[in-house]
């Protein structure tokens, strides 16, 4: 039931607060991560744990994107993250010691377990599983599993599971981190920017007037440029596929430093650019992209940290965002992008649950 919004996709955006809390739930406390939460064997399985390979596909694969920016940063462990079906099908070789973790809305994505199964024979410390659908057979073959607790989700474009997959992904950072020697205020810390992202959630939501405004100069648009810098080039690489899932808008997504190494030649007035920059310390870097982008013409949208310092002006349009911890800023900066595909896709009129050639659950190679 769809209530009072429009789209089921509305709907699951708007009850991101809720989910994202209830997947914290009974896993933090205050200021820690309850290990014994994520199932007894836990701490045995992430003890010696050197590698960690996540699979995924689709958004799923962006959370693990993201994810991989928190796992080497917070618990020093090397993480490689790749696409279900490009890991299945080529000669891959697996470390000793590694957990070999899968992301999945549904648990049933071909690609992703036949990687599992096939990865199985060549042998790992454990299978962790980040999945939302109970008894999926991801969850049935896996050793741990995290379940998101997102709820059914019946918009083909994927958003609360996306962000619920992001808040499950820092929980196992930040166990899997205390393994390898992460400092307790700075798990305090995290665990405390945690627990205001339901919060800053809402805040963005309550911008929806806004990003419905700035959603018309994409209408006529046949192209555009999502770029973000560290953790957020994942987010922009999900603003991208929301984009083009549902509004059928060629978007691609680039790291921002990448701008002048090709694609910067196709910026001119009929490429919208999007950007995403929080306040960390990328966003210097980031504003002289924006300055390239400018300069040769290109209307920008930048979602930013009001504490950013970036100003409107003629072709720069701002969103200012509440401001977030570097750390949690990849879940709460989805939220606009989410909003913003789908105005886009309402006012071209597409079938925004629906859209032409894909299906929700993708169980065939
Ligand atoms: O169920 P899964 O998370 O394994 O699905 C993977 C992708 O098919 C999925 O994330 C897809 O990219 C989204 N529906 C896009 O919004």
Redesign the pocket.
Known sequence: DKGEYRHFMLKEIYEQPKVIKATMEGRVTGSRVLEQALGTEAANLLDNVRHVQII?????YHAGMVARYWIEELAGVPCSVEVASEFRYRKHVIQPDTLFLC???????AD?LAALRQAKKAGFRAALAICNVPGSSLVRESDLVIMTQAGPEIG???TK?FTTQLTALLIFTLALARHNGLAEDKEAEIVKALHLVPGQVSDILALNAGIEEMSKAFMDKFHSLFLGRGSQFPVAMEGA??LK?ISYIHAEAYPAGELKHGPLALVDSEMPVVTVAPNNDLVEKLKSNLEEVRARGGELFVFADKSAGVQEEEGIHVMQLPEVHEITAPIVYTVPLQLLSYHVAVLKGTDVDQPRN?A???TVE
């Open positions: 995924a596909c689709g958004t799923s992301i999945s809305q549904s648990g049933e994505t992703t083909v474009a994927s599971a596929l929301k899932e894909l929700k659950s993708v």
